[in-house]
């Protein structure tokens, strides 16, 4: 069982920057691909960015490739979500999932093979 805990959410105006950190409780971290996700109000829950085991491989939605950074840190078994230049469609919860997937194919093979997910963290983005 793997837990994960998302925080660093909050109101940031558009252009600023936030960071989201998912810690997670396994001691297996280090052979978890994990990624973030966002859902909007109304609509469904969008792959945002990935990143292998190592971290030395990721990927991201192209909404916000260059704006958007991922990194883990697997001695403190967390990831970071690091958003720059934020927009208002930014805005919406976002959750960090752990995937069984042993690489990234595309982002519906990455998520349908997410197993643990966070409760997620509220960003809003105001213009």
């Known amino acids: 069982q793997v837990q994960l805990v998302e925080s660093g959410g909050g109101l940031v105006q558009t252009g600023g920057s936030l960071s989201l950190v998912c810690a997670a409780s396994?001691?297996?971290?280090?052979?978890?691909?994990m990624g973030w996700f966002r859902q909007a109000p109304g609509k469904e829950r969008e792959f945002v960015a990935a990143?292998?085991?190592?971290?030395?491989?990721?990927y991201y939605a192209d909404s916000v490739k260059g704006r958007f950074t991922i990194i883990r840190d697997n001695d403190e078994n967390k990831v970071y979500l690091l958003m720059n230049s934020v927009k208002p469609e930014d805005t919406a919860v976002y959750y960090c999932?752990?995937?069984?997937?042993?690489?990234?194919?595309?982002?519906?093979?990455?998520?349908?093979?997410?197993?643990?997910w966070g409760q997620g963290t509220q960003v809003t983005v105001s213009s």
């Open positions: 999932g752990a995937s069984n997937r042993g690489e990234f194919r595309s982002r519906i093979y990455f998520e349908e093979g997410v197993q643990y």
């Open positions: 990143i292998s085991w190592s971290g030395a491989n990721t």
């Open positions: 396994a001691r297996t971290f280090a052979n978890l691909f």
